[in-house]
């Protein structure tokens, strides 16, 4: 199998959900998740000497005149707007509630951990700061080395805090449901960074941009589940293997996703949402990966597959629809297990797989893969299952050097073959339509 790497939170979240009895284990997992989220915000508040923006619709911090110029896609930015939308903006503040599409068809350059209609007027708080306080420095220095192992001797010089804390939706109330985010902004003088932290994300507008964060008039780049009610699900995702944070190096041309951490790229796996019959958003690709000799830019990583569909059907299929299924079943990973996927171009990963496909196609001895995407069903129950039923991982591997492509399906634990709506015996798994491979 190749390596999925879970978080150490992940671990202490298991080793504390084991002390919860069955009895409270939801208000366990909760307190957990919680208890993970917070763990990972920056310090923030009045007792940190932050400054608070107004309390007001639509409204921003003052114009704020920075210690260092910060540079984004190249560009030094000497001031900056922290606005209770869920931007940050340079030269402009940016009062308008309504996310667009990026790239957006004017000048403005900004960057968006979670840009929505909110009304901290109505609930919540938005807090920034610029610090060197030292601990503050050495927390981002830790945090750059550990995701970005070409840079071992990172050290912050600089780091600009904003938070949105517990804050509503424009036509909410006292009681309506409340996101926490942070975006900080670190740099050495040298390189300059993102990072999102996402903590409690409960509400969406319907039309939020989550992470639709980095911005000017000819470069963008976006999350997943940007622009759609997947946003309340970002806490879940990252590109860092901790749940809930992004970071990204932002002072050059562009996010390069084989330099540093991206969404696109390095070894950072990225869950999707933990539902029945749910899928990744969709996932652009850094080259277009040749399926019977048709090129797609995009693909799809679901339990059973992006349309929803959970029981099997024989193949050739009647309609257009074309897919890999290493195991096509009704899984349901919101009652037990993961969905992983990364697109990367590690190179020991391109080590690996250039040597398996050498080894297994002994008239490519020379090849050399440019490119893997890696997809990993980890310990996935069936729908109709529970916490204590059989559990299958296995495991679809994508292999390029741009010419040829390949898919390699790695099969571990497989122990059910069948969810209850699709006639399977809701303690075995098996029986009724059973999975299918192709």
């Given at each position: 199998?190749?390596?999925?790497t ?6 202490t ?22 208890a ?41 930015y ?18 308008q ?58 050290t ?20 309506t449901?409340?996101n ?7 740099s ?20 939020a ?22 946003v ?19 002072d ?9 951490c ?62 890999i ?6 899984v ?15 190179p ?50 994508l ?39 192709s």
């Open positions: 199998m190749y390596q999925v879970v978080g150490q939170t992940i671990v979240g298991l080793q504390l959900v084991a002390l919860c009895s069955d009895d409270n284990a939801l208000q366990c997992r909760t307190l957990l998740f919680l993970l989220s917070q763990d990972i915000l920056y310090p923030f508040g009045p007792t940190h000497r932050d400054l608070e923006t107004p309390k007001m619709d639509d409204g921003s911090s003052p114009e704020i005149s920075l210690l260092i110029p910060f540079v984004f896609f190249t560009i030094p000497r001031t900056i707007y922290v606005n209770n939308n869920g931007v940050i903006s340079f030269n402009v503040q940016v009062s509630f309504t996310p667009e599409a990026f790239p957006l068809s004017d000048s403005r350059s900004f960057i968006a951990p979670l840009w929505a209609d909110v009304h901290n007027g109505i609930r919540g708080d938005v807090y920034y700061r610029e610090t060197t306080e030292p601990d503050i420095l050495d927390r981002a220095s830790q945090d750059v080395r550990k995701y970005f192992k070409n840079m071992p001797t990172f912050a010089t600089w780091v600009f805090i904003s938070t949105w804390h517990q804050v509503t939706f424009y036509g909410g109330s006292q009681t449901p409340v926490t985010f942070q975006c900080i902004l670190i050495d003088g040298a390189a300059f960074f993102a990072m999102f932290n996402y903590g409690e994300i409960t509400w969406s507008t319907g039309t941009s989550g992470g639709d964060p980095l911005t000017d008039v000819s470069h963008f780049f976006n999350l997943p589940g940007s622009r759609s009610n997947d309340v699900n970002i806490e879940q995702t990252t590109n860092v293997n901790q749940p809930g944070r992004w970071l990204f190096r932002i050059s041309e562009q996010i390069d996703p084989a330099n540093g991206s969404y696109n790229g390095k070894s950072n796996a990225v869950m999707h949402t933990t539902m029945d019959d749910g899928s990744s958003p969709e996932i652009s690709l850094l080259i277009p990966f040749v399926f019977f000799t048709i090129p797609y830019r995009t693909i799809y990583v679901s339990p059973q597959w992006p349309y929803i569909q959970f029981t099997p059907e024989a193949f050739p299929l009647s309609d257009s629809r074309s897919f299924a290493p195991l096509w079943a009704d349901h990973n919101g009652i037990r297990g993961d969905v992983y996927y990364r697109e990367t171009t590690e020991d990963i391109l080590d690996r797989a250039s040597q398996d496909v050498r080894k297994y196609f002994k008239n490519m001895p020379t090849f050399t893969a440019t490119w893997v995407f890696i997809s990993t069903w980890h310990q996935v129950t069936f729908y109709g299952g529970s916490q204590t039923t059989p559990v299958n991982t296995f495991q679809c591997i292999i390029s050097d741009g010419a040829a492509f390949f898919a390699m399906f790695n099969y571990g634990e497989i122990t059910w073959s069948t969810g209850t709506a699709s006639g399977g015996d809701p303690l075995t798994g098996l029986g009724g339509t059973t999975a299918q491979v």
